[in-house]
Nanobody, 128 residues
C-alpha cells in the first residue's frame, strides 16, 4: 500500500506563489518512479478536477486553466511530487489532492478513476 501526504497549502494573495509537495511512503519501491502522478483540485460546491500530471519519463500535461502558471515535477529519489503555482488567482482556491496511478497504466491519466492512491488534500486559498 502507498500513502500520499500533501503539504504546502495556505492563504496567499492574488499574484503570489506557492509550492505544494506530496510525499509518498509505504510500498513505494519500484512503484513511485514507474507511476504517473497527478494533481487534482476541488473548489467549494464544485466537482474535483484535473490540474496536472507527470508520467514516469517526466512528460507533463496541464489543464488549460493552469497552463503557463503551474509546473508539476517529481523527485523519484525522494518519492516526492511537487506543484509550483505562480501568479495565483482567486479561482485557484480549492483543496488540492495528489494522486498516484499504478505502474504501467495510462501514460497521462487525467481521470480520477485512473488513479489508485490519493492524499488527504491541502487547502489553498487565494484572496483578491
Amino acid at each position: 500500500q502507498v500513502q500520499l501526504v500533501e503539504s504546502g497549502g495556505g492563504l496567499v494573495r492574488a499574484g503570489d506563489s506557492l509550492r505544494l509537495s506530496c510525499a509518498a511512503s509505504g510500498r513505494t519501491f519500484g512503484t513511485f518512479s514507474t507511476s504517473a502522478m497527478g494533481w487534482f483540485r476541488q473548489a467549494p460546491g464544485k466537482e474535483r478536477e484535473f490540474v496536472a500530471v507527470i508520467n514516469w519519463g517526466g512528460g507533463t500535461v496541464y489543464a488549460d486553466s493552469v497552463k503557463g502558471r503551474f509546473t508539476i515535477s517529481r523527485d523519484n529519489a525522494k518519492n516526492t511530487l511537487y506543484l509550483q503555482m505562480n501568479t495565483l488567482k482567486p479561482e485557484d482556491t480549492a483543496v488540492y489532492y495528489c494522486a498516484g496511478s499504478l505502474p504501467g497504466g495510462t501514460i497521462y491519466p487525467r481521470l480520477e478513476r485512473q488513479y489508485a492512491y490519493w492524499g488527504q488534500g491541502t487547502q489553498v486559498t487565494v484572496s483578491s
